[in-house]
């Protein structure tokens, strides 16, 4: 029953937000309370995770599992922590935010509440069908948020975003299809507990074509390159507050897909989709580290940063090292959750996203200037960061030539982020030099921020100390 609980809660708050049309305040309590709601529901079924699958009405479709409740986990976390942050940051934003028409606040707050009900929905999923609807459902529902300011840009960003991710997905269905024909023998009926059990039944040769299609497709939705084109341009234009669940939230939901159909790989397999997603991962570094060196853009900078990191995800997966992985996600959805935020405060109190332009962040808005500087060296692996202690784990555990590929290209992207950071922060006032008022305003805005990049350094530190005491 808690699972159908857990995907009914968000939904059912959208649809209170959509039909009462509610105005900005109450829909920012229904917000609040819906997230805080299922924060405190995931937390007690995280004492239990496996008896979500044996306490749901249809635990062949809907259930929890050690690794859902781990994703699940970080997804709703994610979100209270971005729920807070927007009831502070929507009212300056309408207050001081780029002029024209925005989205009417009735339908981005149920656009958000159902956006977490279909990432809930994707975890929750037992059913390789069932996660192809949800996955689908997540677009959909996410399309209006990047179209938050409507505009000519957000509004050509929030057409690619459907269009790329749609022939993906398109993609993921046939592939689906396949897998399907591949475990006919197994009458599995797509059931991944069932094909999880008897996974060297299945037919390799209709197996390998439907994860080539799945991995294309869900890698289009996860943003792995070169499947990555709509992520800059849907990052770049949607609000802080949407980029921090595009970035920390949406993307993981992909990647949990692209695990579970890797899970149920049969043994002739195992190694070709180890070495396809491996090839992924390092094309996707080699895209992000040409991008990243002089952007001019620092939420595009973000945006490849999240193609860095969701290939370094893939090569997770792909070397085996998947329990390493879930840390790397955590890490990374917390540190690029408060890397979005903190860039929506400086493009509030700026009005722009140029690098160029900016100059003297620490003088004019320290508070957002030290945050930033703070999550681009954590987003980089620097110590304390737990990505430094997970990214350092892969290289020891890679072979010699792809841990020094991996190292030289994470040495570029430190570089390229580094300069832009110093650029922006240091040095004397740009051109936008942020008004007093609108600086004053998202220097209120760091409570979060600060919070999750706190939490991240506990857990970088907590890390750090177990390999100091194995090296003892």
Not at 25 to 39: F, I, N, Q, Y
Not at 263 to 289: D, F, N, R
């Amino acid at each position: 029953m808690m699972p159908l609980l857990l995907i009914a809660l968000p939904l059912a708050g959208a649809v209170v937000c959509f039909v009462l049309k509610l105005a900005e305040k109450p829909a920012r309590v229904c917000l609040l309370g819906v997230s805080a709601l299922e924060t405190l529901l995931a937390a007690l079924m995280l004492f239990s995770p496996i008896a979500g699958i044996r306490h749901s009405i249809c635990p062949d479709w809907i259930g929890c599992d050690s690794v859902s409740a781990l994703f699940l986990w970080v997804t709703i976390l994610l979100f209270f922590l971005v729920s807070l942050h927007l009831c502070a940051w929507l009212p300056a934003e309408l207050h001081f935010g780029e002029e024209g028409e925005t989205q009417k606040l009735h339908i981005f707050f149920s656009c958000l509440c159902a956006f977490l009900g279909t990432m809930v929905l994707v975890m929750l999923s037992r059913n390789f069908g069932l996660l192809w609807v949800a996955v689908e459902a997540t677009t959909l529902v996410s399309a209006p948020l990047i179209l938050f300011h409507r505009g000519r840009r957000s509004l050509e960003a929030m057409w690619k975003y459907l269009l790329i991710c749609s022939v993906g997905i398109g993609l993921a269905l046939f592939g689906t299809m396949l897998l399907a024909v591949a475990s006919r023998a197994t009458h599995a009926e797509l059931d991944m507990a069932k094909l999880l059990n008897c996974r060297d039944a299945i037919d390799p040769a209709w197996y390998r074509a439907a994860f080539i299609l799945i991995l294309a497709g869900y890698g289009t939705k996860m943003g792995l390159a070169p499947f990555h084109t709509w992520l800059p341009d849907a990052h770049s234009e949607a609000p802080g507050v949407v980029s921090a669940l595009l970035s920390g939230a949406l993307l993981n939901c992909s990647l949990l897909g692209i695990v579970r159909v890797a899970s149920v790989a049969p043994g002739a397999e195992v190694k070709i989709v180890s070495h396809l997603l491996i090839l992924l991962g390092i094309v996707s570094l080699v895209v992000a580290a040409i991008f990243i060196v002089r952007q001019r853009d620092f939420k595009r900078m973000l945006a490849y940063s999240s193609v860095e990191h969701m290939g370094l995800l893939a090569i997770f997966v792909g070397a085996g090292a998947f329990k390493l992985g879930i840390i790397h996600l955590f890490g990374h959805s917390l540190i690029k959750m408060a890397l979005f935020l903190v860039a929506g405060n400086i493009l509030l109190g700026c009005g722009t996203r140029q690098i160029p332009l900016l100059g003297g962040l620490l003088k004019d808005m320290p508070r957002n200037a030290r945050l930033w500087i703070a999550g681009i060296l954590f987003a980089c692996g620097v110590p304390p960061s737990p990505l430094f202690v997970t990214e350092f784990a892969l290289i020891c555990r890679l072979n010699i030539a792809l841990s020094a590929t991996v190292v030289a290209l994470l040495f570029i992207i430190f570089a390229g982020m580094t300069y832009a950071t110093l650029k922006m922060t240091a040095g004397p006032s740009g051109e936008a030099t942020p008004p007093s008022e609108r600086a004053a305003a998202a220097e209120k805005l760091w409570y979060v921020p600060l919070a999750a990049l706190m939490l991240c350094t506990m857990i970088g530190i907590f890390y750090l100390y177990l390999i100091a005491g194995g090296a003892r």
